[in-house]
């Protein structure tokens, strides 16, 4: 039997993995289900830690929740380079291109988001909108 998370300590997670890798790992190691837990910013504008991680460019916070078990999503892996998980999930869905992740980010800006570890991301995503 599991207790509920405390908004509040979701909230906390989900802002400080922004852009706060320290603060992350301190939360995380205080409370593990707050891994996959989303925060609602406001209609409906639900966050993970990992959503924001990959729209900050935050590559190494990303890969640690990944590491820790988080669940990939587009986005994540758009920003990461993940150019194989981007092809499959786009070829099964073309509408997934137009998708738009926490706080309406475009996948774009999150695949540019990655600096050079998304080069062939953005090639792709470009490629697509021509």
Excluded: C
Aim: no cysteine; hydrophobic share 45%.
């Amino acid at each position: 039997m599991s207790s509920s998370l405390s908004p509040e300590l979701v909230k906390d997670f989900v802002y400080n993995a922004h852009g706060d890798f320290d603060k992350v790992k301190e939360l995380l190691e205080q409370q593990p289900g707050l891994l996959n837990a989303a925060w609602d910013w406001g209609n409906g504008d639900w966050e993970t830690a990992l959503g924001a991680a990959a729209h900050m460019g935050r590559r190494d916070i990303a890969l640690y929740l990944l590491e820790k078990g988080a669940r990939i999503d587009l986005f994540a892996a758009a920003m990461l380079g993940k150019i194989e998980i981007v092809r499959a999930i786009i070829n099964d869905d073309p509408k997934a291109l137009h998708t738009l992740g926490p706080h309406t980010i475009p996948l774009m800006a999150h695949a540019k988001a990655g600096g050079d570890h998304s080069d062939e991301v953005v090639q792709y995503l470009e490629s697509l909108q021509k």
